[in-house]
């Protein structure tokens, strides 16, 4: 609990006026499950949500009826898909979280889930082309290289695409990285950002160690990188089969979330964080989507950082990750056709 009253002690300072506040209904969708639950809870602390609105196939009713005893000032709701329960979960959303869909089972990369996920994202993005079309999304549903374009292709069939308004969430990454590195040099994590760059998942992940301002060996640097590209794999082997990351996901996630309700709805300026969004960066190698630092701003993304100075070693690490997310972004958009 550590983590969630350090994250909303800050949020909290910073709610916003109550006029903006009463606007700010959010929707979880895959709310009863793993990430759900306890993201649903970080929400359900931060005084920028004004309504939570708690969606899944099963079991909302009774999260969102346990949720909503805690005494903060937001009005929780729970559905299911009966009478309409998609449809009110979403009406008047401003923002909508995902991690709807399978998890990962040892033995299985993030591709493996593609079968039963994909269709899973589709209908969600065909409900929210409907109901709420000028929205924030944020996917959180696996595999993230490839949902991203296909709730992109959707809303572009419905003809409601706003690509400043979806956000593939790869927070996750950097929180890691920060972690690890600073376990690595000793340092408090508060003190260690680190860039990463690519998609998410395995080489597609490339962290910017570079940037940091700290001194690795070639040692250090191999051993970091591998740990912050495979970290959700250390999740999946230690939870032996009952599923992948999620608190530290709904931490993430949380974060997300309220930085996006900080610069859309509260007025932030300076508001960064990285996230996989439609982007030229890459383009020209037939990579739509990139996850880079962006600057979120009242529209949503207002701009996309550039890589910045990279080093020699990281330069090898995106020449690997642009063909593989070549990959997963072509087979997300034919999926979606
Ligand atoms: N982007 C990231 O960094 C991360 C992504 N993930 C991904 O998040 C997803 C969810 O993971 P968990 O919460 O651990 O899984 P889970 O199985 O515990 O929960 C998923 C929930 O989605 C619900 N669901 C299934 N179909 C649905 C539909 N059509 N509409 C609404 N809800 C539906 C299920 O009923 C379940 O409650 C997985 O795909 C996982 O790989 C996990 C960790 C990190
Ligand atoms: O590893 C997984 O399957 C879940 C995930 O995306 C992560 O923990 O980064």
Same mark, same amino acid.
């Given at each position: 609990?550590?983590?969630?009253?350090?994250?909303?002690?800050?949020?909290?300072?910073?709610?916003?006026?109550?006029?903006?506040?009463?606007?700010?209904?959010?929707?979880?969708?895959g709310a009863a499950g793993?990430?759900g639950q306890?993201?649903?809870?970080?929400?359900?602390?931060?005084?920028?949500?004004?309504?939570?609105?708690?969606?899944d196939?099963v079991n909302a009713?009774?999260v969102?009826?346990?949720?909503?005893?805690?005494?903060?000032?937001?009005?929780?709701?729970?559905?299911?898909?009966?009478?309409?329960?998609?449809?009110?979960?979403?009406?008047?959303?401003?923002?909508?979280?995902?991690?709807?869909?399978?998890?990962?089972?040892?033995?299985?990369?993030?591709?493996?889930?593609?079968?039963?996920?994909?269709?899973?994202?589709?209908?969600?993005?065909?409900?929210?082309?409907?109901?709420?079309?000028?929205?924030?999304?944020?996917?959180?549903?696996?595999?993230?290289?490839?949902?991203?374009?296909?709730?992109?292709?959707?809303?572009?069939?419905?003809?409601?695409?706003?690509?400043?308004?979806?956000?593939?969430?790869?927070?996750?990454?950097?929180?890691?990285?920060?972690?690890?590195? $600073?376990?690595?040099?000793?340092?408090?994590?508060?003190? +260690?950002?680190?860039?990463? #760059? &690519? !998609?998410?998942? =395995? /080489?597609?992940?490339?962290?910017?160690?570079?940037?940091?301002?700290?001194?690795?060996?070639?040692?250090?640097?191999?051993?970091?990188?591998?740990?912050?590209?495979?970290?959700?794999?250390?999740?999946?082997?230690?939870?032996?089969?009952?599923?992948?990351?999620?608190?530290?996901? $709904?931490?993430?996630?949380?974060?997300?979330?309220?930085? +996006?309700?900080?610069?859309? #709805? &509260? !007025?932030?300026? =300076? /508001?960064?964080?990285?996230?996989?969004?439609?982007?030229?960066?890459?383009?020209?190698?037939?990579?739509?989507?990139?996850?880079?630092?962006?600057?979120?701003?009242?529209?949503?993304?207002?701009?996309?950082?550039?890589?910045?100075?990279?080093?020699?070693?990281?330069?090898?690490?995106?020449?690997?990750?642009?063909?593989?997310?070549?990959?997963?972004?072509?087979?997300?958009?034919?999926?979606?056709?």
């Amino acid at each position: 609990m550590f983590a969630t009253s350090r994250l909303f002690s800050v949020a909290a300072k910073r709610s916003f006026s109550t006029s903006a506040a009463n606007l700010t209904k959010v929707a979880v969708l895959g709310a009863a499950g793993g990430i759900g639950q306890p993201l649903s809870l970080l929400l359900k602390e931060n005084p920028n949500v004004s309504h939570l609105s708690l969606y899944d196939i099963v079991n909302a009713p009774g999260v969102a009826a346990d949720i909503g005893h805690i005494n903060t000032n937001s009005k929780v709701t729970g559905h299911t898909p009966e009478n309409d329960g998609l449809k009110e979960a979403l009406t008047d959303a401003h923002v909508v979280v995902i991690p709807a869909g399978i998890p990962r089972k040892p033995g299985m990369t993030r591709d493996d889930l593609f079968n039963t996920n994909a269709s899973i994202v589709r209908d969600l993005a065909t409900a929210a082309a409907k109901y709420c079309p000028n929205a924030h999304f944020l996917i959180i549903s696996n595999p993230v290289n490839s949902t991203v374009p296909i709730f992109a292709e959707t809303m572009k069939k419905a003809g409601v695409f706003n690509p400043k308004r979806l956000y593939g969430v790869t927070t996750l990454d950097v929180v890691r990285a920060s972690r690890f590195v $600073a376990e690595v040099k000793n340092l408090d994590p508060k003190d +260690v950002k680190v860039t990463v #760059v &690519g !998609g998410h998942s =395995g /080489v597609t992940i490339v962290p910017l160690l570079s940037q940091t301002g700290l001194e690795f060996t070639k040692e250090e640097l191999d051993a970091l990188t591998h740990r912050i590209q495979f970290g959700g794999d250390e999740v999946v082997q230690a939870k032996n089969g009952t599923g992948s990351a999620t608190l530290s996901m $709904a931490y993430a996630g949380a974060r997300m979330a309220n930085s +996006v309700l900080e610069a859309t #709805v &509260g !007025g932030k300026k =300076g /508001v960064v964080e990285p996230s996989f969004v439609k982007s030229d960066i890459f383009a020209s190698e037939g990579v739509e989507y990139f996850s880079t630092n962006i600057e979120l701003g009242p529209e949503g993304v207002e701009k996309i950082q550039g890589l910045g100075e990279i080093s020699a070693y990281e330069k090898e690490l995106i020449s690997k990750a642009v063909p593989e997310l070549k990959k997963n972004i072509v087979k997300g958009n034919e999926f979606a056709q």
